[in-house]
């Protein structure tokens, strides 16, 4: 069975911090791994996803994560946070030919000026 | 433009009156799903389909209904709404999940309220 589990419930850094977004993840089988981003009042966009090529992966604005089997991780980073980047970020992960995607919990990331 | 079309997004609507929340993708996609977003909770899936006429149910089925009789549109029906079917609801589709790694995409949601 696949699982997923966020860390963090809520995440605040100040603009041009880094970010660090920790995740955790459960898994018979390869996966592959995913991080969505949710703005207020919109839909789930994908960040970066890792299908068992490079261990490091780079996404969308400035956006990246590093697999690591032996930890079973996949912690989202950025090396400097913008305003724009206030959203709640989900970790997921997939099994091929399963029929469901499974979500961690969620991570509310603030931003403060 | 690749888009999965959801509506309506926003609805408030009584306990008891049937109501339907219809999803259309224009990718040509074979594999279509209907999750459900509570706080704290991530996303659940309700029901997901594999291709036309082909249709199973996910983690939360119970309250509601799919059908699939086109490729591009998988409508979710709540025959008779209740309360704790509150809800943001996402309609997502892919290429086939038989490839773990196929991108799935999301409509912008639609947020349902049962008084």
């Known amino acids: 069975a696949q699982s997923v589990t966020q860390l963090d419930s809520h995440v605040s850094v100040s603009e041009g911090t880094p970010v660090l977004l920790r995740c955790n993840y459960s898994?018979?089988?390869?996966?592959?791994l995913f991080w969505y981003v949710q703005h207020p009042n919109k839909g789930l966009q994908l960040l970066l996803k890792y299908t068992s090529a490079a261990t490091l992966v780079k996404g969308i604005n400035g956006f990246e994560a590093e697999f690591k089997k032996s930890e079973t991780s996949f912690h989202l980073t950025k090396p400097s946070a913008h305003m724009s980047d206030a959203a709640e970020y989900f970790c997921v992960v997939s099994e091929a030919g399963r029929r469901a995607l499974t979500f961690g919990s969620g991570t509310r990331l603030q931003v403060q000026p | 433009e690749a888009q999965v079309t959801q509506n309506p997004r926003y609805l408030i609507t009584v306990t008891g009156k049937k109501l339907t929340v219809t999803c259309s993708q224009n990718?040509?996609?074979?594999?279509m799903s209907w999750y459900r977003q509570d706080p704290g909770l991530g996303l659940r899936q309700i029901y997901y389909?594999?291709?036309?006429?082909?249709?199973d149910k996910g983690d939360v089925p119970e309250g509601y209904k799919v059908s699939r009789k086109e490729k591009r549109n998988f409508p979710l029906i709540l025959e008779s709404p209740s309360p704790n079917q509150t809800s943001l609801y996402f309609c997502a589709s892919s290429s086939t999940p038989r490839s773990s790694g196929n991108t799935i995409y999301f409509g912008e949601g639609s947020w349902l309220t049962v008084v």
């Open positions: 990718m040509n996609h074979e594999y």
């Open positions: 389909s594999m291709n036309v006429e082909v249709t």
């Open positions: 898994s018979s089988y390869s996966p592959s």
